[in-house]
């Protein structure tokens, strides 16, 4: 089992950037798959990005692409969302999630993942 906490979220004007942390418990975090979600109010959650239990692949929603980088330091069990160029349509709540199973490329959905973090908030305003 592993716990996950993000930190970093906050206020941000449209066109800044944030980074999002995701700091796991436990000794296998490097075999766990790792994603990012999101939730806007009145919304479902949504799939943002993955990343593979080494770091080496990635795959993103396309509303985030090119904007969005996920990554990972296994040695310090965190995971990792830098977020570029935000806009007003970033605004939700971010989660961090864990599974224990291989990557696969595509936006996979929540149910496919068993461990998450409580969520940090981002809103991106003027």
């Known amino acids: 089992q592993v716990q996950l906490v993000e930190s970093g979220g906050g206020l941000v004007q449209p066109g800044g950037s944030l980074r999002l942390s995701c700091a796991a418990s436990?000794?296998?975090?490097?075999?766990?798959?790792m994603g990012w979600f999101r939730q806007a109010p009145g919304k479902e959650r949504e799939f943002v990005t993955t990343?593979?239990?080494?770091?080496?692949?990635?795959f993103y929603a396309d509303s985030v692409k090119g904007r969005f980088t996920i990554s990972r330091d296994n040695a310090r069990n965190t995971v990792y969302l830098q977020m570029n160029s935000l806009k007003p349509e970033d605004t939700a709540v971010y989660y961090c999630?864990?599974?224990?199973?291989?990557?696969?490329?595509?936006?996979?959905?929540?149910?496919?993942?068993?461990?998450w973090g409580q969520g940090t908030q981002v809103t991106v305003s003027s």
């Open positions: 999630a864990a599974r224990p199973r291989g990557w696969d490329p595509g936006s996979l959905p929540d149910y496919e993942f068993d461990y």
């Open positions: 436990g000794r296998t975090f490097g075999s766990y798959t």
């Open positions: 990343i593979n239990r080494s770091g080496g692949r990635t």
